[in-house]
């Protein structure tokens, strides 16, 4: 689990650094990572004031690719 975790976070990183396209597969990656933040924040109040940093919650808010076929 922890190499999947890593592979999103790969990605990620990767698009956010211009290095890969932001495509499905990044925004896919975003969609898990979100959900697992979510989940270390309802694990424990800890974690409730950790966020995305500004250029992660930009390329959140960018509409996911459409594939036209």
């Known amino acids: 689990m922890i190499g999947q975790?890593?592979?999103h976070?790969?990605?990620v990183r990767g698009a956010l650094a211009g290095e890969?396209?932001?495509?499905?597969e990044?925004?896919?990656s975003l969609a898990v990572l979100n959900e697992r933040l979510d989940q270390l924040k309802r694990a424990d109040k800890v974690f409730s004031g950790v966020v995305f940093s500004p250029h992660v919650e930009k390329l959140r808010g960018r509409k996911s690719p459409m594939t036209v076929g």
């Open 5 to 7: 975790s890593s592979d």
């Open 9 to 11: 976070y790969r990605i």
């Open 20 to 24: 890969r396209p932001v495509d499905e």
């Open 26 to 28: 990044t925004f896919n």
